[in-house]
């Protein structure tokens, strides 16, 4: 029977941390504050996300509306795009 290698783990599971606490400068730092205000990320919306289900799972990233979600938001930001193609194509169709 092979026995264990006692080297192959170097620090063990007694490492230490470098770097415990995230510095001053890290721009990510105010972005996972849990303070920090989160609006509905359909175009347009302000309205605040729909609070964390109290059994855990992912946050919300939309409000409390039914029409604002995942495939909606992305059906309105290709329509948004789409008008403002169309919007430019005739503006150099009046300049001519």
Known sequence: MGERDA???????????LRAEPWEDDAWVG????EYPRTCIYPGCDRPVVP???LGGPPSSF???EEHNALSAHQERQRLANAGEHNDDQEVDDGR
């Open 52 to 54: 964390p289900h109290p």
């Open 31 to 34: 972005l996972v504050s849990p």
């Open 7 to 17: 080297r192959a783990r170097e620090f063990g599971g007694d490492a230490e941390r």
């Open 63 to 65: 409000c409390d509306l």
